[in-house]
């Protein structure tokens, strides 16, 4: 017995079958090549009609788990994706159901899959209380209390935290806390802050502004560069914050940093330890261990594939 696990992202699609205790028997993985709208529908239904076609008596697979990189609208079955054009109301769920063969599918937020997969297979794993604050090109958080995932259509959606003051208007789109700390937060303030630097000549000068990325920002910053410095000590302060507040409110045991920013910024876990000790409840942050994912790029894989099982009772 098996189960399919699937993790949509803004660009790229990845499955991988599991078996009841965590092993993956086979993985595929693709890019979305700017297909948008009912053209991304169509490749994971393609996906899935590989697999199911052509498994073997040990890939039979009992049940469909996906990850979807928004708002998973459980009551409809509907999907907002951010990154992906026509899907602010997506019909995932009845689309892959028509194509399932009767096998159970069930479709969660990649937040809540990031911290799932951690429980199952990762630095969570034996945890009751834990968070999984993913900082990418946008910002989330999977909460686990009490042993079970925080749920709700938008729960998680940490990028709209109010770490600054006054309000700006640019932050509507997408909230604060995204707005200066995502990845694409990371190369927003990159060029804000290049217009403070008359003088500057450095590596990120080699780029026109709209062409600067988060990943720009983290090489310039391994040479020394003064803009990128001052950058990720603006984010380092934001993500030192953004820890406090989740320590002081849900006391977790673990907060787990991951996402493709954490990546290079693991380097910065105990500056932001330190950031978070100026502002969060003391006892609170005695009590929490922040580390990276163990998981990396497939927490959302494996939470995937925690969901397909827990749809059975096998988890």
Same mark, same amino acid.
């Given at each position: 017995?098996? #189960?399919?696990?699937?993790?949509?992202?803004? +660009?790229?699609?990845?499955?991988?079958?599991?078996?009841?205790?965590?092993?993956?028997?086979?993985?595929?993985?693709?890019?979305?090549?700017?297909?948008?709208?009912?053209?991304?529908?169509?490749?994971?239904?393609?996906?899935?009609?590989?697999?199911?076609?052509?498994?073997?008596?040990?890939?039979?697979? !009992?049940?469909?788990?996906?990850?979807?990189?928004?708002?998973? $609208?459980?009551? +409809?079955?509907? #999907?907002?994706?951010?990154?992906?054009?026509?899907?602010?109301?997506?019909? @995932?769920?009845?689309?892959?159901?028509?194509?399932?063969?009767?096998?159970?599918?069930?479709? /969660?937020?990649? $937040?809540?899959?990031?911290?799932?997969?951690?429980?199952?297979?990762?630095?969570?794993?034996?945890?009751?209380?834990?968070?999984?604050?993913?900082?990418?090109?946008?910002?989330?958080?999977?909460?686990?209390?009490?042993?079970?995932?925080?749920?709700?259509?938008?729960?998680?959606?940490?990028?709209?935290?109010?770490?600054?003051?006054?309000? /700006?208007?640019?932050?509507?789109? %997408?909230? %604060?806390?995204?707005?200066?700390?995502?990845?694409?937060?990371?190369?927003? #303030?990159?060029?804000?802050?290049?217009?403070?630097?008359?003088?500057?000549?450095?590596?990120?000068?080699?780029?026109?502004?709209?062409?600067? +990325?988060?990943?720009? #920002?983290?090489?310039?910053?391994?040479?020394?560069?003064?803009?990128?410095?001052?950058?990720?000590?603006? %984010?380092? %302060?934001?993500?030192?914050?953004?820890?406090?507040?989740?320590?002081?409110?849900?006391?977790?045991?673990?907060?787990?940093?991951?996402?493709?920013?954490?990546?290079?910024?693991?380097?910065?876990?105990?500056?932001?330890?330190?950031?978070?000790?100026?502002?969060? !409840?003391?006892?609170?942050?005695?009590?929490?261990? @922040?580390?990276?994912?163990?998981?990396?790029?497939?927490?959302?894989?494996?939470?995937?594939?925690? @969901?397909?099982?827990?749809?059975?009772?096998?988890?």
């Amino acid at each position: 017995m098996a #189960v399919l696990g699937i993790d949509l992202g803004g +660009t790229k699609l990845s499955l991988a079958i599991f078996t009841e205790d965590g092993k993956i028997l086979r993985r595929e993985s693709t890019t979305l090549d700017r297909r948008k709208g009912k053209e991304v529908g169509h490749l994971i239904i393609n996906e899935i009609e590989k697999i199911l076609t052509s498994h073997d008596k040990q890939e039979y697979i !009992q049940s469909i788990g996906i990850a979807v990189p928004g708002i998973s $609208r459980h009551e +409809t079955g509907t #999907v907002w994706a951010p990154n992906i054009s026509g899907w602010e109301d997506y019909p @995932l769920l009845e689309e892959v159901k028509q194509f399932a063969r009767q096998i159970p599918v069930i479709i /969660d937020s990649d $937040r809540a899959c990031y911290i799932s997969g951690e429980l199952w297979k990762g630095n969570a794993q034996g945890c009751k209380d834990a968070i999984f604050l993913a900082v990418g090109t946008g910002i989330g958080a999977g909460i686990l209390i009490n042993g079970e995932i925080l749920r709700g259509d938008i729960s998680g959606a940490v990028g709209w935290m109010a770490l600054d003051r006054p309000f /700006d208007e640019k932050y509507i789109s %997408c909230g %604060c806390f995204e707005y200066n700390a995502s990845g694409e937060g990371i190369a927003r #303030v990159a060029r804000e802050f290049l217009l403070r630097y008359s003088e500057y000549n450095g590596e990120l000068k080699k780029k026109l502004p709209a062409e600067i +990325t988060a990943h720009d #920002v983290f090489q310039a910053y391994e040479r020394n560069d003064i803009v990128a410095k001052a950058v990720l000590e603006h %984010c380092i %302060c934001f993500w030192g914050m953004a820890v406090a507040n989740l320590v002081s409110i849900f006391n977790p045991e673990k907060i787990i940093l991951g996402g493709g920013v954490f990546g290079p910024a693991i380097q910065f876990i105990s500056v932001i330890r330190d950031e978070a000790i100026k502002w969060a !409840q003391p006892i609170s942050m005695s009590q929490v261990e @922040l580390i990276s994912s163990k998981l990396g790029s497939d927490a959302g894989l494996y939470g995937a594939g925690f @969901l397909a099982l827990k749809e059975l009772n096998l988890v």
